[in-house]
């Protein structure tokens, strides 16, 4: 019975290591897509060229939504 308390310990530090969802990379929560694509479309290198690629596509299709909204629709986040 004395592991008993080492293994929640251990459980616990493993649920700390999960990786946590994605969050968004664009932090301005005002900036339309429009303003967005026009300041050169920054905020997204840490994704994949392909999805980059859908991000900016979506918000060209989309210029008045919220740029971070756009980002989570693209990345399902």
Do not use: V
């Not at 310990?9 to 649920?15: M, T, V």
């Not at 060229?49 to 629709?73: G, L, V, Y």
């Amino acid at each position: 019975m004395p592991r008993l308390p080492h293994a929640l310990a251990a459980a616990l530090a493993g649920l700390l290591l999960l990786p946590a969802p994605a969050t968004a990379r664009i932090t301005d929560r005002d900036l339309s897509c429009a303003e967005w694509l026009k300041s050169g479309a920054r905020g997204t290198s840490e994704y994949p060229a392909a999805t980059q690629a859908r991000i900016r596509a979506f918000c060209a299709a989309n210029p008045t939504m919220k740029a971070i909204d756009a980002e989570m629709t693209m990345t399902r986040d």
